[in-house]
């Protein structure tokens, strides 16, 4: 994993133990903060620590063991100021002084252990270690831990905080945080596990009854995912979809509605039958109907001319409510797929294609329809509409 040298990997190595003397806890032994690379590290050595320690020290249920050596100058604790870069209030952060049996003649930890360099909310724990000699020594672990406790017991400087020292005070404090935090976040974790249950409950539910599973009658189960698909799409032209209840946007029904009477009625309400007309133009047109002879109205030929070329102008916007309405059909289409289909992909996306190919072949008819009704009109001029102004109509109000 790390190669033959001193390499680091992100990759963990996970050890187990099971023991009667070890606590439920998860310890996550880090790497140093190396400085200068040796052996075969890169040369961003010390990024690449950094990152990998900030890593796990950064989630806020982790409790950060500041490990620093007790004949160390502690304002020179790498571990302390990497802490503090997460933990700036030192809520979730224990220090931990190891080798307080090798500090000099007449010195000791106290000041350390008693926050007066550096305080943490959850303060220190002097522990002893078991040095290389006894490791080579085979010495374990068990006698290690009495002697530990015996040179707190029988050191002057901190007998009287002995019941405070030691591997065990540190092992029955993590303990007694880890109860702590299962008491506070418990109802919070019990309600978010009712929470999700409910969703998956409800997820569970839309993907249909178990019953239309396997291949004993797919037929059933085909009808079964049509007749759902066709009642949706009803249900989103009459804006009963559950998927449509969004206050910012319509949808649906509701769309198509608007096309029609709102943005295709305001188009037509703003069309001015007089544009692209001009007076030249006008005139034109009716000394052309005329021939030689002057005209005292406006000839019948020059009239249908002039107003058929203005009516042709209504077949754009009528076309562009059919692509509206077509889209809005299309996005229709997606709003109606089911969760229970989601596990057949390919019924799905075939479903979805064949739904749209209908609208496709809808669309030419219907662009072919708006195309006749024009030509309708454009083929007969109804000069006895009551809307119509004509000779007599304007004699008559003279």
């Given at each position: 994993?790390?190669?033959?040298?001193?390499?680091?990997?992100?990759?963990?190595?996970?050890?187990?133990?099971?023991?009667?003397?070890?606590?439920?806890l998860?310890?996550?032994?880090?790497?140093?903060?190396?400085?200068?690379?040796?052996?075969?590290?890169?040369?961003?050595?010390?990024?690449?620590?950094?990152?990998?320690?900030?890593?796990?020290?950064?989630?806020?249920?982790?409790?950060?063991?500041?490990?620093?050596?007790?004949?160390?100058?502690?304002?020179?604790?790498?571990?302390?100021?990497?802490?503090?870069e997460?933990d700036?209030?030192?809520?979730?952060?224990i220090?931990?002084?190891?080798?307080?049996?090798?500090?000099?003649?007449?010195?000791?930890?106290?000041?350390?252990?008693?926050?007066?360099?550096?305080?943490?909310?959850?303060?220190?724990?002097?522990?002893?270690?078991?040095?290389?000699?006894?490791?080579?020594?085979?010495?374990?672990?068990?006698?290690?831990?009495?002697?530990?406790?015996?040179f707190?017991?029988?050191h002057?400087?901190?007998?009287?905080?002995?019941?405070?020292?030691?591997?065990?005070?540190?092992?029955?404090?993590l303990?007694?945080?880890?109860?702590h935090?299962?008491?506070?976040?418990?109802?919070?974790?019990?309600a978010?596990?009712?929470?999700?249950l409910?969703?998956?409950?409800?997820?569970?539910?839309?993907?249909?009854?178990?019953?239309?599973?396997?291949?004993?009658?797919?037929?059933?189960?085909?009808?079964?995912?049509?007749?759902?698909?066709?009642?949706?799409?009803q249900?989103a032209?009459?804006?009963?979809?559950?998927?449509?209840?969004?206050?910012?946007?319509?949808?649906?029904?509701?769309?198509?509605n608007?096309?029609?009477?709102?943005?295709?009625?305001?188009?037509?309400?703003?069309?001015?039958?007089?544009?692209?007309?001009?007076?030249?133009?006008?005139?034109?047109?009716?000394?052309?109907?005329?021939?030689p002879k002057?005209?005292?109205?406006?000839?019948?030929g020059?009239?249908?001319?002039?107003?058929k070329?203005?009516?042709?102008?209504l077949?754009?916007?009528?076309?562009?409510?059919?692509?509206?309405?077509?889209?809005?059909?299309?996005?229709?289409?997606?709003?109606?797929?089911?969760?229970?289909?989601?596990r057949?992909?390919?019924?799905r996306?075939r479903?979805?294609?064949?739904?749209?190919?209908?609208?496709?072949?809808?669309l030419?008819p219907t662009?072919?329809?708006?195309?006749?009704?024009?030509?309708?009109?454009?083929?007969?001029?109804?000069?006895?509409?009551p809307d119509?102004?004509?000779?007599?109509?304007?004699?008559?109000?003279?």
């Amino acid at each position: 994993v790390t190669g033959r040298n001193k390499m680091i990997s992100a990759q963990p190595i996970t050890l187990k133990i099971y023991s009667p003397y070890v606590i439920d806890l998860t310890l996550v032994d880090l790497p140093g903060m190396t400085k200068v690379p040796v052996g075969d590290q890169p040369s961003d050595i010390e990024l690449q620590v950094r990152r990998l320690v900030l890593q796990y020290i950064t989630k806020p249920s982790c409790i950060v063991l500041a490990i620093t050596a007790a004949n160390t100058d502690l304002a020179n604790s790498d571990a302390l100021k990497i802490a503090r870069e997460v933990d700036p209030d030192g809520a979730r952060t224990i220090g931990v002084l190891t080798k307080c049996d090798l500090m000099d003649d007449g010195t000791d930890a106290l000041d350390m252990l008693h926050g007066k360099i550096y305080p943490l909310r959850r303060g220190y724990v002097a522990v002893v270690c078991r040095s290389q000699k006894d490791i080579a020594g085979k010495k374990n672990i068990r006698d290690a831990l009495r002697e530990e406790e015996k040179f707190f017991r029988s050191h002057a400087a901190y007998r009287h905080i002995a019941h405070k020292c030691g591997t065990h005070y540190l092992a029955n404090m993590l303990n007694q945080i880890f109860m702590h935090h299962i008491r506070d976040t418990l109802p919070e974790l019990k309600a978010r596990i009712q929470t999700l249950l409910h969703e998956n409950e409800e997820e569970l539910a839309a993907y249909g009854d178990s019953m239309l599973e396997g291949t004993g009658n797919p037929g059933a189960l085909l009808l079964h995912f049509f007749s759902k698909f066709a009642r949706s799409f009803q249900e989103a032209i009459d804006g009963q979809l559950a998927t449509q209840h969004l206050a910012d946007q319509l949808q649906g029904g509701a769309r198509i509605n608007f096309i029609f009477h709102d943005w295709f009625v305001k188009t037509l309400n703003e069309f001015d039958p007089l544009s692209g007309l001009t007076d030249l133009e006008i005139r034109t047109s009716i000394r052309n109907a005329t021939g030689p002879k002057a005209a005292l109205f406006v000839p019948e030929g020059a009239f249908e001319i002039l107003v058929k070329k203005q009516i042709s102008k209504l077949e754009q916007p009528a076309l562009r409510c059919v692509d509206q309405v077509y889209e809005e059909l299309q996005k229709m289409v997606e709003m109606c797929e089911s969760p229970e289909m989601t596990r057949y992909t390919n019924l799905r996306d075939r479903l979805v294609e064949v739904v749209r190919g209908v609208l496709r072949k809808c669309l030419q008819p219907t662009n072919q329809m708006i195309s006749n009704l024009i030509q309708i009109e454009l083929s007969y001029i109804n000069t006895n509409h009551p809307d119509f102004v004509g000779g007599n109509r304007a004699i008559h109000s003279i």
